[in-house]
């Protein structure tokens, strides 16, 4: 699965995005492995996440470290924005993003979670407000356009075979 499209940036710069659904390690050359993304599942509600300094709600997620595999990466940024621990993960895909001067590459998961406590506060200051919702209404939270309607798609269909497993 291959999706064209195009996002605005917070500095109203229009990007190109490439969404693809295979390993995000392959042809990466050129390219910077960023960030992770998290459509987190506990019970029949997914969790989303809301910073008021950007001002919008989006699946928990936040950068690569350096030398930290994509697997680890969703379970520190899972913990750290939710105060959920990660119990199953399984990769949806990836997007590249062209801004003007690099590539990055930001990987899209599907995650069984299950509370650590009551959320506090995300070390980094992000995150302010967490929130369960019905997968259904995904879209009044956040529109991720073409790419984001597959990725849902995606993710509730995981959802469905990982519930058939129990």
């Known amino acids: 699965m291959r999706i064209t499209s195009t996002l605005k940036n917070r500095s109203g710069q229009i990007l ?4 693809m ?5 392959a042809n990466l050359s050129g390219k910077i492995l960023q960030a992770v993304h998290a459509f987190c599942f506990y019970g029949d509600k997914m969790v989303v996440v809301y910073s008021n300094e950007k001002g919008y709600w989006t699946p928990p997620g936040g950068g690569i470290e350096k030398g930290e595999a994509i697997e ?12 959920m621990e990660v119990l199953y993960q399984e990769l949806i895909g990836y997007q590249d993003i062209y801004e003007l001067d690099r590539i990055v590459r930001q990987t899209r998961s599907f995650c069984i979670i299950k509370p650590c406590g009551p959320f506090i506060a995300d070390p980094d200051g992000d995150v302010t407000e967490i929130k369960l919702i019905d997968p259904e ?13 597959r990725i849902m798609k995606q993710a509730i269909d995981l959802k469905s075979r990982y519930d058939k497993r129990k």
Not at 137 to 143: L, R
């Open 16 to 19: 190109k995005v490439i969404y």
């Open 21 to 25: 659904e295979n390993d995000p390690l």
């Open 72 to 83: 680890k990466a969703v379970i520190r940024e899972v913990k750290e924005e939710t105060n």
């Open 137 to 149: 209404d995904y879209m009044h939270y956040f529109d991720w356009g073409e790419i984001g309607e």
